[in-house]
């Protein structure tokens, strides 16, 4: 299960918080989600305090968001040794 809850959007700022597991179908939920904010030409920061999980799905979109210049806060040791950040 994943959540995306949207905390603060402001003029050419997005930020999203994800909390759950990014595993199969949420990958695609989650790309879905970025896909316009980037497309305005917004600034996005996804916070990963409450992910538990990134299955490599996730992490290839997620080296892919960051990229794009997405950037990604408070990651867990986990996460972070896996986008290698």
């Known amino acids: 299960m994943l959540r995306i809850e949207p905390v603060e959007t ?15 179908p949420w990958v695609e939920e989650i790309s879905r989600t970025c896909e316009p904010v980037l497309a305005s030409g917004a600034k996005l920061t996804l916070d990963l305090t409450d992910v538990a999980f990134v299955d490599r799905g996730g992490v ?12 990604m806060l408070n990651c867990s040791p986990f996460v972070q040794t896996q986008l290698g950040t």
Do not use: D, N, Y
């Open 60 to 71: 290839e979109l997620f080296r892919s968001l960051m990229q794009a210049g997405v950037m």
């Open 10 to 24: 402001f003029s050419g700022h997005c930020l999203l918080r994800l909390e759950g597991e990014v595993v199969g």
